[in-house]
Structure formats: structure tokens, C-alpha cells
DNA sequence: GCCCCTCTTTGGACCGTTCCAGAACCTGTC
DNA sequence: GACAGGTTCTGGAACGGTCCAAAGAGGGGC
């Protein structure tokens, strides 16, 4: 019912200033520790709470960073956040979560709110709201985009796995097991687009060019069982597909098991993102880890050096992925069709 | 570089008094619409934001609530979210997200950033942070538990899926299809034991309470998949069983699995929550759907009702869940036991 | 006893808003 | 043309902190 105990309330309690308790508070060594433990003594009898509306008003920063997920549906940035919090937790920095999804409602830009707020800093996870939006909150405060390689405003540093040498690697662990006639379902943006033509490459540079085939998916559970009824249903039926993400790759599960194919015996998948769900016992997808907290942490990096230089030029960093094999390889069992 | 603008530029700008802007950006009619239009075409050059901070500090609140969870990688919250989310817009009031296991770092309670930020309402989705400090926190501005049942600190509302009758229904699409030996994988907390509870008394309501059996689990997957094992190693092997969440459903159809059996030919499955999971198709679990959304418009009902009427008791309100009916159940084809 | 120096402590300005009392300006009436 | 009454507009005081210049306290040297 009573209002919150202020500073004020605090330093008369104690018989001192209300700038010696703020003192105090701040952890300044230049108090008497008498003085200090009668603040410190009538600040825990109050209950008192530093309110962080006028800290930042007067301090002309909030300590906290916005993070704008696009979906929080899709779990894989999970990790990522972990990362991200770990080392703003560390130098005394809170986050704060908003989904793009659900605050698009209005029809303003999701960062907004966030805005509102004074975030001393932004990360923005996977796809990019509103790119114009984007670049002014850029001008102000660090941006540093997370996890997607979308093209980033001027000024904003870009962190994510290396999604080439992810490809690569998944492709060529196809390829080193036999496999030739390795179909990729796709996806879009720039992450769906780098994945492919990576793929495309190692397919190329191991003779196997003409046996490359894409499907488009959606990125979707059900997107992935389309494009992998479609690849089954050729004369030429790919034994292996590399699915875009982990989500599409469950999908190729389901359209596998439906027409009564064994994986891997029959088929091997491969996805993407090493999320929860490849790691379950009933799926036990091999799939490649993108080394979410790995990411994140270096993108709370960029974060703080750029608190420290504000006028550092853009950089983009990658962070080296790795192949997590599990249960949905297996070498072709299939005899080698003779166009191969 | 230059410093956002405030109300003060934009007021000498449009050449009126810093009061008459904030009079226009509140929206008031009691402002001549030439001078309005100064304002905002001043605002709106000068590319001003308003200051959150200075906002909330002026007026005493911050018309955010704060919303706590307790894992991100569990993400049966994501529709309570949305429809949290869907009602508070409406109201003008914003969300903030922060994730109790990730804050818990610090040793001190999650919730102490929300509550240093002042947040007008908090809102718990699932576990419990610590008791006592909700409790505080309680006293001073209005706390809604969403999504579980755990004992409530007075004054504060709860908001949840009928665990009861969710469990009863899925018992009891079990018992309609014919099977009698049907087991239970248990969890922990409130949720855990009701929906045990529940399960029971749908089994002794129906004559089965011999051939109930209870094996223990940690609601997750591996603790899914063990409890299977125990439970499918015994003489008398239940015919269909009955997890507390889908991820324990999961670990149970990988356990059949591994052990031979056809889920639903040779062992029904069905889970609890309904998460994105159990809809891939790859799994396309039966399940008790929580109806997270409605819980979610609940939870900010209860919010916007205890603004107006902060000393209202604590209520509990139950949402009546609904059963999914997927793939994993049809009736058993085993004979039925003598001892049946 | 006085002066200087360092270590503590304090009052007051400021951060960017809202809110409120009252000023200024209309308009119509007598 | 003064006045009442309404509509518009304004200055200044909050809100709860931080920060800074300067005041006060205490100690040492002469």
C-alpha cells in the first residue's frame, strides 16, 4: 500500500545524506565503513530497491540490451541467448527479450519498445525486422545482428556461424560415406541461400555436380515432407538428403517412414541447427551444431568493445560450426545406380 | 552522436511550451489543431522518441508487466505468451520477458530485475522462483502465476489448465478404447501430482485401480525413456501408458521403439501440453491440448482486473483443456489378460 | 594556535517527463 | 466595455536517482 522506500527515506533512516547513501549504493570505498553499515543496515530494513527508471534517467544509460527475436516458436536460439547473457551478465548488463512476432501487431517496428526504453544496445536474433527502422536505431546505439547473415545497416556488426563450412561439412560427410546422389531441400534468406550454394560447391568439387538436385521447402516440418515425397517419387531417388534445418529434416523423417523407407538404411538425413529436437532419443538427427553459444558470446564481445568505440566500423565475425553425427547416417546400402 | 531529442526541442521547434507537446503527444482534445499539427510535424522532423525512463518515473508506472519464465528450452509457454500478450497490447501495456534460469546466475532471485524496473504487474509462467520473494513482490503490485498450480502467496491470482480433468480425459480415451493395464509416468510439483492424482481416480472410477501403475519421472525425455523401460520389463506390461508431458511421451515411444513395439498396434502413447513436438509428424502425438492461449487472455484478465481493484482476494481460475487425438492410441489388439 | 592537506560528507543542479495551478485568450452577455 | 465562463496554453514543481563543487572534519607540521 505504501510507496516503495526511496533513497531519501534510506539516508534519513541512517542519519546521512541522501548522496552518501547513493555512495553507498554505488560501492565507493570513500566512506567510513561505520557510515557504510548504517546505510547499508537501514537500506535492508526498508527493503529498499534502487529504482531504475530515474537511474537511467540520470545516469544517461540503462544498463540494459534489447534482444528482438524474431520467433519464439523456434527454439534454436536458445543457446544463443545463453552465450549472449552469460557475458552481459558479467559486466553488469541485464537483457531484455521482445518478440518481433508478437509486437508486429501494432504495425510499428517491433524494436520500439525497446527504443522506448533507451536499450543501451541491441541484438537482434535470426531475420531482420524492418531494415529501415533498423539502421536509425543503428546510428544510435550498437546493433549487432545474431545468428542470420541478412545484410546489415552500416554500423552494425554481424556474428553467426559460418553456414558455408557447415554445409561443407555435412555434404562431405554424405560424401564420405558413400553417398552419392545427395539431394538439399533449401530454404530462403540469406542463411538458405548460403547453405545451398555451399552445398552446391562441395557437390561440385567432388565431381558429384550432376547429381545434385534442390528442393525448395519453407523451412517447416511440413515443407520437408513435400520436397522429400517430391525426391522420392523420381526415378532417380536421392539416397541421402541434407535438409536445410532441423525442422525441415524431420520432416523428411516422416515422409521417409511413409513410403516405407528405413533410415538410415534407406535414406540419410542430415539437418541443421543441432536444436532440442534433433537431440531426441526418437529422432537422434545427425545434424550440424551451430555453435549457438559460442555466437553469443561474441556477439556480447562486439557489444561491449563497441560501448568502448562506438565508431568502429561494422565487422562481421563467423564462428566455426561442427558436424554432430547421430543416428540418421549411415553409408548407402543401395547399389550404386549406373549413371553415378 | 548528437543526443535524441527531447520534448523541449520539439517544443522550441514548434514554438509552444515544453507542457503543451506532452499535452499533444498524450493525445488530448483540448489543443487548437494548428498548434497540434506544429508539434507533431516538429516531432516527427526532429525524429523524437519519447523517453521510457523519464515516463514512468514522472507518472509512477511503467505500463509494462513483467513476465517471468522459467525455461526457455520448455516452449509449451509460447501460446499463453501470445495470448498474455494479445490482451495486455490492447490495454497499452507492453511485455517484458526475462528467463529465471538464466537470471539465476547471480544467486539473487530472477525477478529482481523486473521488480528494479518497476514493472506494473508480474506474471510467472510455470515454476515457481522463490517463494518468498514473490511474496514480497506480491504485496506491492498485482502477480498472476499462469500454467501451474503451485501454492499461491496471498493476493496473488492463479491462472492454469485443468490438470484434473485434462488427465481424467486422457485416461478415459484410453479406458474407451479398451485398454485396461494402463500406467502412468509420473512428474513433480503441483502439476505433476494432480494430474497423477487425477489419473488414479479415473482408474478407480472405472474398476481399474489394481491394474493402475505409477512409475516415476523427471519430465523429461530420458526420464520418459527409463520409466518405459521399467514399466515394459514387467510380467504384467501395460497396453498403453500415460505420460505427464510430451517430452516424457517422446522418451516412451522411443523406449517401444528400441524395445519392438509399434506404438499405436502394440502401445498407445499419450502426452500432455500439446507443444509443437507433439504435432510434428514425425511423432503426431495424442495429447491433452492445455489451451494455452485462453490461460494466457486469463492471466492478463486477472491483471487488468487487480489494476482497478488492487486489494481484490486471490482467485484461481481453471481452463478446461481439450484432448487431442492423434496417432499414437487405438485400441489394443493385445488379448486381454486373465487377471483383467 | 594556525595553516594546509586529505579524507568524508553534503547540498543542489540535472536527467526528461507528467501534472497542476493559474495565466492568457476568446466569446458572448448585459 | 466590463465581466463571466470556457477553452488553450504555460511555468514550475514533482518523480528518484547521479554527479559535482564545495563544505566540514581531522591530522600533522611549524
Known sequence: MTRPPTIRDVAERAGVSKSLVSLVLRGSDQVRPEKRDAVLRA????????????????????RTVGVLLND????????????????????????LLADARLNRRTGQDPADPLLDLR???LVVVGTLPDPAALEAAAGRIPVVLAGSREPAPPGADVVAGDDEQGARLATEHLIGLGHRRIAHIAGYGAVGGLRRRSYEAAMRRHGLADLAAVEPGDMTEEGGYRATVRLLSRPDRPTAVLAVNDITAVGVLSAADELGLRVPRDLSVVGYDDTSIARLRHVWLTTVDNAGHEVGRRAARCLLDRFGDPAAPGREQLVTPALEIRGTTAAPTVTRPLTG
Open 72 to 95: 519464439l516458436r523456434n527454439p534454436w536460439f536458445v543457446d544463443l541467448l545463453d552465450g549472449l547473457n552469460s557475458l552481459l551478465h558479467a559486466n553488469g548488463l541485464r537483457m
Open 43 to 62: 537500506a535492508r530494513e526498508l527493503g529498499y530497491r534502487p529504482n531504475a527508471a530515474a537511474r537511467s534517467l540520470s545516469e544517461q544509460r540503462t
Open 119 to 121: 536499450v543501451d544496445g
